[in-house]
C-alpha cells in the first residue's frame, strides 16, 4: 500500500499539490492556545516533511502560483498604494520603508559576518520578515538570469538556498513577530486599549458592538408611534441618535403613505418601516412604540450590494458627511481595505478603494453609488480579457533590463507582474468597468496562488533542510531573530518620536510593514478596537511593494 502511495505522488503532480494544500490548511488551523499558525505555515511545514521523501512539484505549476499570487497583491493594493501618496498617508509609507530597510540592512550585514551561500541572505530575508513577495522575488531574479550564479553552483542550488534558508527562518518570523506585537507595548508601558479608546474618543464614535457579528445583522420592522418624545420633530433628530445605523424607509399615517425625506415630521399614530442593525432595532420599542406586523408596511423592495469607492478626492471623505440613512435611506454593515475589516465609524474616512457593504432601497443604492463609485451587483463576474493581458504584459515587462557595467538592473518577473497588478487596481478604481474582478475571486487568487507556490518552496526545502540544518542550522535560527526583532524596535521608536503616530495606530502599520495579518489580529485583540487595521492597511500596500523590490536587490549583494 505503502509503494503503492509513493507512486501515486510521484506521478500525480496535481493530486500531491492538493493534498499539501488540504493538509497544511488543516494543520494551520490547529489552535494551540487560541493562536494557530495559519495557512502559509501549515502548507510549509507540511511540504518540508513530504520533502524529506523527494517528492516535488513542477516548477510550471508553481510559476502559475507564483503569477496569480503576485499579480493579486498588485491589484488589491493598486487604489490605496496611489491615493494615500497625496494623504496623511505618507507617513506610513515612511515608516514602511525604515521597517523594510532595516530588516534588508541587518538580512544583508548577517550574511556578511557568517559568509552565507549565495540565495540564503534572500530567504533569511523573506522568512525572518514573514514576506513571500520577498521570496518570489528573490526566485524569480534567479530564474530570469538577473543575477550572476557563482562558479560552482546551479540555478536549482541557489533556489534551494533561498527556500531552505526561508523555511528555517519563517517560523520564528511567524511566532516570533506575534509574541513581540503582544508584548512589547506591555514592556514600555504603553496600554493599547486605553490608547485606541482615547483615539476614538477624540476623532471616532465609539460602537461597542462592531465585533458582535449578529448584532450587525440587518433587519426590517414596523413600529407603532405611541412616544410623545419624537413627535413633532424632524427625522434628522431620530437620525442624530441612532447614529447613521437606523434609516425609515416607510412612514403610513392614517391609511396613506407619505413620502420620507429628512424634513419629515412623525406624528402620534404614524406607523413607520426601519431599516438597521439587530442591536439597534431591539431598543426601538423603548423610542418609538409597539412593534406592528403589517405587511404593507414591511413588503420592502431592498437588497444588499457593494460599492467600491472611487470618485472621492484624494484626501477621501468623512463618513457623517455623506448622511447614508438620512440622504439615501440605506443602512452601511461593513467596510473593508485592502480586504481588511475597518471601524464602521461617523468619523471614520473613506478612500477611494474601500469597499462598503450596504442594505437599501435598489433606487437608493444607485444613488449612493453614482456619488461614491460603482455598485456591484453581479459580483460573480471577472474581467479575463484584462487580467490575461495583463499578467502576460507583466511578464514581459519583467525581462527588459539595463545594463551598468556586469550589473543587469530590470524588475524581473515579480516586479512586472506586481507593476501591472498596482496600475489595473488603480484603474479599476478610477474606471469601475475596466479590469473587474470580484473580491471573493482575488481572494481565491491570491489565496490559492499563494498556497500553490508554498507547496513549492516546501517541497524543495524539504529535500536540503537536514543537511542546512546541521551546517548552519543554529546560526541561520539565530541570524532570522535579529532580523524579526530589529525592525520591529526601529519601526516602533522612529514611528512614534519621529512620524509622532499614535502607539495603536502605530503597532498596526508595524504588522503591515511586516506584511503579517496574524500579528494585526493580536493588535486588535490587545486593543480591543479595530482601530489598528487603519494603521495596518496604511503601510501594507507599501511594504508588499518595497519588500518585493527587497528580494530582488539582496540576491545582488
Known amino acids: 500500500m505503502n509503494e503503492y502511495l509513493n507512486n501515486f505522488l510521484q506521478t500525480n503532480q496535481i493530486s500531491l499539490l492538493f493534498l499539501v494544500i488540504g493538509l497544511g490548511y488543516l494543520v494551520g488551523q490547529v489552535k494551540i492556545r487560541?493562536?494557530?499558525?495559519?495557512?502559509?505555515?501549515?502548507?510549509?511545514?507540511?511540504?518540508?516533511?513530504?520533502?524529506?521523501?523527494?517528492?516535488?512539484?513542477?516548477?510550471?505549476?508553481?510559476?502559475?502560483?507564483?503569477?496569480?499570487?503576485?499579480?493579486?497583491?498588485?491589484?488589491?493594493?493598486?487604489?490605496?498604494?496611489?491615493?494615500?501618496?497625496?494623504?496623511?498617508?505618507?507617513?506610513?509609507?515612511?515608516l514602511a520603508l525604515v521597517v523594510s530597510g532595516t530588516g534588508f540592512a541587518v538580512a544583508a550585514g548577517i550574511s556578511k559576518v557568517f559568509g552565507f551561500a549565495p540565495g540564503i541572505p534572500a530567504g533569511l530575508l523573506a522568512g525572518a520578515m514573514t514576506s513571500t513577495p520577498t521570496l518570489a522575488a528573490a526566485q524569480a531574479a534567479v530564474q530570469g538570469g538577473q543575477v550572476p550564479i557563482p562558479e560552482g553552483l546551479s540555478v536549482?542550488?541557489?533556489?534551494?538556498?533561498?527556500?531552505?534558508?526561508?523555511?528555517?527562518?519563517?517560523?520564528?518570523?511567524?511566532?516570533?513577530l506575534i509574541l513581540i506585537i503582544r508584548f512589547l507595548p506591555k514592556l514600555l508601558g504603553v496600554n493599547l486599549a486605553k490608547e485606541a479608546a482615547h483615539l476614538e474618543s477624540q476623532s471616532i464614535e465609539p460602537d461597542e458592538a462592531l465585533n458582535n457579528k449578529a448584532s450587525r445583522a440587518i433587519l426590517t420592522r414596523a413600529y407603532h408611534i405611541t412616544k410623545e418624545d419624537l413627535t413633532e420633530r424632524r427625522l434628522s433628530k431620530l437620525y442624530e441618535r441612532v447614529q447613521g445605523e437606523i434609516t425609515v424607509v416607510k412612514i403610513?399615517?392614517?391609511?396613506?403613505?407619505?413620502?420620507?425625506?429628512?424634513d419629515t415630521v412623525l406624528r402620534l399614530g404614524d406607523r413607520v418601516t426601519l431599516v438597521g442593525h439587530l442591536d439597534k432595532m431591539v431598543k426601538a420599542s423603548d423610542v418609538l412604540g409597539p412593534e406592528v406586523p403589517e405587511d404593507d408596511l414591511l413588503d420592502i423592495p431592498s437588497e444588499t450590494a457593494q460599492i467600491v469607492v472611487h470618485k472621492l478626492k484624494p484626501k477621501g471623505l468623512i463618513l457623517s458627511k455623506l448622511a447614508i440613512s438620512e440622504n439615501y435611506g440605506c443602512v452601511l454593515s461593513k467596510i473593508k481595505r485592502l480586504g481588511v475589516n475597518i471601524p464602521v465609524n461617523t468619523n471614520i474616512k473613506l478612500l477611494n478603494?474601500?469597499?462598503?457593504?450596504?442594505?437599501?432601497?435598489?433606487?437608493?443604492?444607485e444613488r449612493l453609488g453614482s456619488r461614491l463609485g460603482y455598485l456591484e451587483r453581479q459580483v460573480d463576474e471577472t474581467d479575463l480579457i484584462t487580467m490575461g493581458l495583463g499578467i502576460a504584459i507583466g511578464g514581459l515587462l519583467g525581462t527588459f533590463a539595463i545594463k551598468l557595467g556586469v550589473i543587469s538592473l530590470g524588475l524581473g518577473s515579480a516586479g512586472g507582474l506586481l507593476s501591472v497588478g498596482l496600475i489595473v487596481g488603480y484603474l479599476r478604481s478610477v474606471h469601475p468597468t475596466f479590469g473587474r474582478v470580484p473580491t471573493g475571486v482575488i481572494w481565491l487568487f491570491t489565496e490559492l496562488g499563494l498556497l500553490i507556490?508554498?507547496?513549492?518552496?516546501?517541497?524543495?526545502?524539504?529535500?536540503?533542510?537536514?543537511?542546512t540544518l546541521q551546517s548552519i542550522g543554529p546560526t541561520l535560527l539565530l541570524s532570522g531573530v535579529l532580523v524579526t526583532c530589529f525592525p520591529v524596535i526601529v519601526g516602533y521608536f522612529f514611528g512614534l518620536y519621529v512620524l509622532k503616530i499614535s502607539p495603536v495606530l502605530l503597532m498596526g502599520g508595524i504588522t503591515g510593514s511586516m506584511t503579517s495579518g496574524g500579528s494585526l489580529k493580536i493588535v486588535t485583540s490587545e486593543a480591543k478596537s479595530s482601530i489598528p487595521a487603519l494603521g495596518y492597511t496604511g503601510a501594507y500596500a507599501f511594504a508588499n511593494v518595497l519588500l518585493t523590490i527587497a528580494g530582488s536587490l539582496i540576491m545582488r549583494m
Open 34 to 94: 487560541g493562536f494557530d499558525v495559519g495557512s502559509v505555515a501549515g502548507v510549509l511545514l507540511v511540504g518540508l516533511i513530504l520533502g524529506q521523501f523527494d517528492y516535488e512539484i513542477s516548477p510550471v505549476i508553481q510559476s502559475l502560483g507564483f503569477t496569480l499570487f503576485i499579480a493579486s497583491v498588485g491589484y488589491q493594493a493598486g487604489p490605496k498604494f496611489f491615493n494615500v501618496l497625496f494623504t496623511q498617508g505618507l507617513k506610513y509609507l515612511i
Open 156 to 176: 536549482d542550488e541557489v533556489i534551494g538556498n533561498i527556500n531552505t534558508g526561508y523555511a528555517i527562518t519563517y517560523i520564528f518570523g511567524l511566532v516570533g
Open 252 to 262: 403610513k399615517r392614517e391609511n396613506e403613505f407619505i413620502p420620507v425625506t429628512p
Open 353 to 365: 478603494g474601500d469597499v462598503l457593504w450596504l442594505t437599501g432601497p435598489g433606487t437608493n443604492l
Open 453 to 467: 507556490f508554498m507547496t513549492g518552496v516546501g517541497l524543495k526545502a524539504g529535500q536540503t533542510l537536514l543537511t
